[in-house]
């Protein structure tokens, strides 16, 4: 079975300053994995994914992630946020293959908090 | 049209309401999911339609009812809920859902919240 901790609840931050939001997944088999941004009321964002190729990837609003196999990690980056990046942030997981049921499984979240 | 629309935006209904939520996308996807947020918490998979057919029922209980009528559509027919049944309740869809099919990510809609009184 698969599972994703975020390991940060909340991350305060000023406006301008760097972030990483930590990620871990647990899985046997190969997978794909997201970010999403979720703001006050609204739906899910995708924010970038890694399906394959290349483990630095970059996505929307600045944001970019790193995939590291051997850790099976894949922090989420910005190296300046703005005070509309203040948000819930989910890490997510599914998996590649026969064992592919569709299911995406998420962190439990992280709460990014800028301050000006 | 890369959305996913989800109608209502807000619900209040009382415990003995028969009401449905609808989703709908026009982006060619095969697999289309119900899932249900409560306040501060991840999303929980509740069904996954994938060409159609249920595939996946995350043990959710018999007064929510899905439907599928057609491969953008979506609904979700809810009866006799409880006040624990309130939360926001997204729609999804990806381009395919179980097997070996190529994967290219899911779409959320932006939800209803539904309020059970």
């Known amino acids: 079975a698969q599972s994703v901790t975020q390991l940060d609840s909340q991350v305060p931050v000023f406006e301008e300053a760097p972030v990483e939001l930590r990620c871990n997944y647990s899985?046997?088999?190969?997978?794909?994995l997201f970010w999403y941004v979720q703001y006050p009321n609204q739906g899910l964002q995708l924010l970038l994914k890694?399906?394959?190729?290349?483990?630095l990837v970059k996505g929307i609003n600045g944001f970019e992630a790193e995939f590291n196999k051997s850790q099976t990690s894949f922090h989420l980056r910005k190296p300046s946020v703005h005070i509309s990046d203040t948000a819930e942030y989910f890490c997510?997981?599914?998996?590649?293959?026969?064992?592919?049921?569709?299911?995406?499984?998420f962190g439990q979240g992280t709460t990014l908090q800028v301050k000006p | 049209d890369t959305e996913v629309t989800q109608t209502p935006k807000h619900l209040v209904m009382g415990m003995t309401n028969k009401k449905s939520l609808k989703c709908e996308q026009h982006?060619?996807?095969?697999?289309m999911y119900w899932y249900k947020q409560k306040a501060k918490k991840p999303p929980e998979l509740m069904f996954v339609?994938?060409?159609?057919?249920?595939?996946i029922n995350e043990s959710v209980p018999s007064r929510f009812s899905p439907e599928c009528p057609n491969s953008s559509l979506l609904n979700l027919h809810l009866h006799a809920l409880q006040p624990e049944d309130s939360a926001l309740y997204l729609c999804?869809?990806?381009?395919?859902?179980?097997?070996?099919?190529?994967?290219?990510?899911?779409?959320f809609g932006s939800g209803t919240r539904l309020t059970v009184v």
């Open positions: 899985s046997s088999v190969s997978v794909y």
């Open positions: 982006m060619g996807h095969r697999a």
């Open positions: 890694y399906l394959s190729g290349s483990t």
């Open positions: 999804a869809s990806s381009q395919s859902g179980t097997g070996n099919l190529v994967y290219y990510g899911y779409t």
């Open positions: 997510a997981v599914t998996t590649l293959g026969s064992s592919n049921t569709g299911k995406l499984i």
């Open positions: 339609y994938s060409y159609e057919k249920l595939s």
